[in-house]
C-alpha cells in the first residue's frame, strides 16, 4: 500500500525558509520519480518541482526557480523541498506525488503560509 506523509509546513514571514518532507512506503521508492505539487484556495494543483529516481534531472516550476531545491534520499524513502524567500503567494498546501501504473498518489499535504 504506497503512502506519502509530508511534514515540515507552517507560517512563515515573507523571506523565510521552510523545509518539507515527505516520508513515503509501500513501493520501491528508488525507481520512481517524485514530484511536489502545491494547491492554493480558489486554484488549480501545480506542479512545483520534481526528481528523477538517482536526483540526476530535477525540473521546477518558474515560479520557484532560483527559491526551491528539491532533493530525495533513496535510503530514506523521503523527498525534501527546501523553499528560501517565501512570498505570500507561496502560501498553498504542499502535496508530494508518484505515478505508479498511471496512477497518481498524493499525500494529506501540509499548509504552508507565508504572512506577515
Known amino acids: 500500500q504506497v503512502q506519502l506523509v509530508e511534514s515540515g509546513g507552517g507560517l512563515v514571514q515573507p523571506g523565510g525558509s521552510l523545509r518539507l518532507s515527505c516520508i513515503t512506503s509501500?513501493?520501491?521508492?528508488?525507481?520512481?520519480?517524485m514530484r511536489w505539487y502545491r494547491q492554493a484556495p480558489g486554484k488549480e494543483r501545480e506542479l512545483v518541482a520534481s526528481?528523477?529516481?538517482?536526483?540526476?534531472?530535477?525540473n521546477y516550476a518558474d515560479s520557484v526557480k532560483g527559491r526551491f531545491a528539491i532533493s530525495r534520499d533513496n535510503a530514506e524513502n523521503t523527498v525534501y523541498l527546501q523553499m528560501n524567500s517565501l512570498k505570500p503567494e507561496d502560501t498553498a498546501v504542499y502535496y508530494c506525488?508518484?505515478?505508479?501504473?498511471?496512477?497518481?498518489?498524493w499525500g494529506q499535504g501540509t499548509q504552508v503560509t507565508v504572512s506577515s
Open positions: 506525488n508518484v505515478r505508479k501504473s498511471t496512477i497518481d498518489y
Open positions: 526528481i528523477s529516481m538517482f536526483g540526476g534531472s530535477i
Open positions: 509501500g513501493f520501491v521508492f528508488r525507481t520512481y520519480v
